[in-house]
């Protein structure tokens, strides 16, 4: 299973990025049946959760640091999740992980997660 993740790169504060992340392979083409979350490590930082979206798109959870401003959708037919980021602040700062939960439920926990790919860095610039 892989899990590609783009759209990361350098924007100033307040800007916006999309980030995508597709998957392939293995027991991944049931993609409708995996949960796919998003995860930031900032420098110096543990890894922490940021969205995550249930198999066919009917649930959401946010962390608190982004609710009203990231996005999270996917497109089953394409295997892809999306996180649409707006109103960035430099402490969006960091390499952010998709991965993929194939238990079902939308969980905040990484420890959950089974895939991970293998990150996208997004740098906001004050």
């Known amino acids: 299973v892989q899990l590609q993740a783009s759209g990361g790169g350098l924007v100033q504060t307040g800007g916006s990025l999309r980030l995508s992340c597709a998957a392939s392979g293995g027991p991944i083409s049931r993609y409708s049946g995996y949960v796919m979350g998003w995860f930031r490590q900032a420098p110096g930082k543990e890894r922490e959760f940021v969205a995550a979206i249930s198999g066919r798109g009917g649930t959401t959870d946010y962390a608190e640091s982004v609710k009203g401003r990231f996005i999270i959708s996917r497109d089953n037919a394409k295997n892809t999740v999306y996180l649409q980021m707006n109103n960035l602040k430099p402490e969006d700062t960091a390499v952010y992980y998709c991965?993929?939960?194939?238990?079902?439920?939308?969980?905040?926990?990484?420890?959950?997660?089974?895939?991970w790919g293998q990150g996208t860095e997004v740098t906001v610039s004050s």
């Open positions: 991965a993929a939960d194939g238990a079902g439920l939308v969980r905040s926990v990484a420890r959950a997660y089974e895939y």
